[in-house]
């Protein structure tokens, strides 16, 4: 079964950082584009980060560049959201998803409050 | 960015009856390669994005056949041909065309 899980989330305080992760499974995820979308509490969906499947190449939406890092472990069928100088506008639900957006995870909700 | 924009953002229907939500985007959807990469997304309450619909008209396997897309360039409808009680949530069109990628605001289906 074609799988993606996220963990990592949590409560932060403004400054912090945060590390999410998300295991895949199920499909060969080394040759796919993995992306990062978050989702406000009562807002829409926004893309946040990619990488390509070799790791080579990384985008970042302009509200988080500079602040999060995007990378990939394929040995480990796993990819990471490193998150830095985190901000309250930065509280949401983060999904991981697999490019083409037809796999999605369940979420890792983080709460960024002082 | 391209900006997707999404009506109406209220969508009350009677069950059985059709639904339509428009998305229209700042600029052609149209990649190099010929291809138009706009999907469209169903997100039921408390749970993940699945998607419906990929390149503008193609289904995903498992969505039932009253999830149809439609449309070319800047302006695309997602047609549900009976609404039933299971399609409550909130539906998303995104373009994955051009860098960065984006989302409509979302429509919000509910049975009258």
């Known amino acids: 079964e074609v799988q993606l899980v996220e963990s990592g989330g949590g409560l932060v305080q403004p400054g912090g950082s945060l590390r999410l992760s998300c295991a895949a499974s199920?499909?060969?995820?080394?040759?796919?584009?993995m992306h990062w979308v978050r989702q406000g509490p009562g807002k829409g969906l926004v893309w946040v980060s990619s990488?390509?499947?070799?790791?080579?190449?990384?985008d970042y939406a302009d509200s988080v560049k500079g602040r999060f890092t995007i990378s990939r472990d394929n040995a480990k069928n796993t990819l990471y959201l490193q998150m830095n100088s985190l901000r309250a506008e930065d509280t949401a639900v983060y999904y991981c998803?697999?490019?083409?957006?037809?796999?999605w995870g369940q979420g890792t909700m983080v709460t960024v409050s002082s | 960015d391209v900006v997707m924009t999404q009506s109406p953002l209220s969508l009350p229907v009677t069950l059985g009856q059709p639904a339509s939500i428009s998305c229209r985007s700042s600029?052609?959807?149209?990649?190099?390669?010929?291809?138009?990469?706009l999907n469209w997304f169903q997100q039921r309450p408390g749970q993940s994005p699945r998607r419906l619909i990929y390149?503008?008209?193609n289904r995903d396997s498992g969505v039932p056949d009253r999830f149809s897309g439609s449309g070319s360039g800047t302006d695309f409808t997602l047609k549900i041909s009976r609404v039933e009680a299971e399609d409550v949530g909130v539906y998303y069109c995104?373009?994955?065309?051009?860098?960065?990628?984006?989302f409509g605001q979302g429509t919000k289906l509910e049975i009258k």
């Open positions: 600029q052609s959807l149209v990649y190099s390669d010929g291809n138009t990469y």
């Open positions: 990488v390509k499947g070799d790791g080579s190449s990384t």
């Open positions: 390149r503008v008209s």
């Open positions: 998803a697999r490019d083409g957006f037809d796999v």
């Open positions: 995104m373009q994955h065309t051009h860098w960065p990628k984006t």
């Open positions: 199920g499909f060969a995820f080394r040759t796919y584009r």
